[in-house]
């Protein structure tokens, strides 16, 4: 079956622009990740979303929102970009039950703010 | 509040050799789960095995095994008979369902070489 699909790849963003990125989780899986990967803090936790409802946050300033359609695909969404959001964003699905089966993810956005 | 700690930032094994990296965790909680992901320069994550704490019995998954010390804290992943499509960063992370997110570590990156 497919897997957790993240569009674009690429995005390079002018400093003050918003930006949205798209993911699709695998089927039937109802819950979907964000992280945010940089050289310099690793991998931190952005939100989760299960069946539409924000279900865990993580400590990002309030430019970072996401959401969740009845499909399951998620959007996270950077408001005024500051040079410092450049990252790899990542999206994982899991069903959302249990984490027995672990997260599986994207490829992920490698997005440039410039 | 949990951390993962990787000590070793890069390692490197032989092709054919074992090699074993190291992952240390801080924790409260007595239910909670580990695993290590693989990311290659294609950025995507894979799950290479997962570890719940529960259990005694180590996990293995094909040539990857880890060595679970729950008292100490310690999850290390053990490659054997190491192959060149092996190099790639590796992360160890942490789940709990308190915290409904993955921790991860800094990343050690493997070099594999003939």
């Known amino acids: 079956k497919a897997g957790v699909t993240q569009t674009p790849r690429y995005l390079i963003k002018t400093r003050g622009q918003q930006v949205t990125l798209s993911c699709s989780p695998i089927?039937?899986?109802?819950?979907v990740s964000w992280y945010q990967q940089t050289p310099g803090q690793g991998l931190q936790f952005l939100f989760e979303y299960f069946s539409e409802t924000q279900r865990n946050k993580g400590n990002f300033p309030g430019r970072f929102s996401g959401r969740q359609f009845s499909n399951s695909r998620s959007e996270m969404n950077v408001s005024t970009l500051e040079l410092g959001d450049s990252a790899l964003y990542l999206c994982?699905?899991?069903?959302?039950?249990?984490?027995?089966?672990?997260?599986?993810f994207g490829s992920g956005t490698r997005l440039t703010v410039v | 509040a949990q951390t993962v700690t990787q000590s070793q930032p890069e390692m490197s094994v032989q092709e054919a050799e074992t090699v074993t990296l190291s992952c240390t965790y801080d924790t409260s909680e007595s239910d909670y789960y580990l695993f290590w992901y693989k990311q290659p320069p294609s950025r995507q994550m894979i799950l290479v095995i997962r570890q719940e704490a529960y259990k005694q019995q180590n996990a293995t998954e094909n040539r990857f095994s880890v060595n679970f010390q729950k008292a100490a804290k310690s999850f290390s992943l053990k490659i054997s008979d190491s192959q060149l499509g092996d190099a790639a960063m590796y992360f160890c992370?942490?789940?709990?369902?308190?915290?409904?997110?993955?921790?991860f570590g800094t990343g050690t990156r493997l070099q594999v070489t003939l």
């Open positions: 089927s039937g899986h109802r819950s």
């Open positions: 992370a942490y789940y709990t369902g308190t915290a409904s997110k993955l921790t």
């Open positions: 994982a699905s899991s069903l959302g039950q249990s984490v027995d089966y672990g997260y599986t």
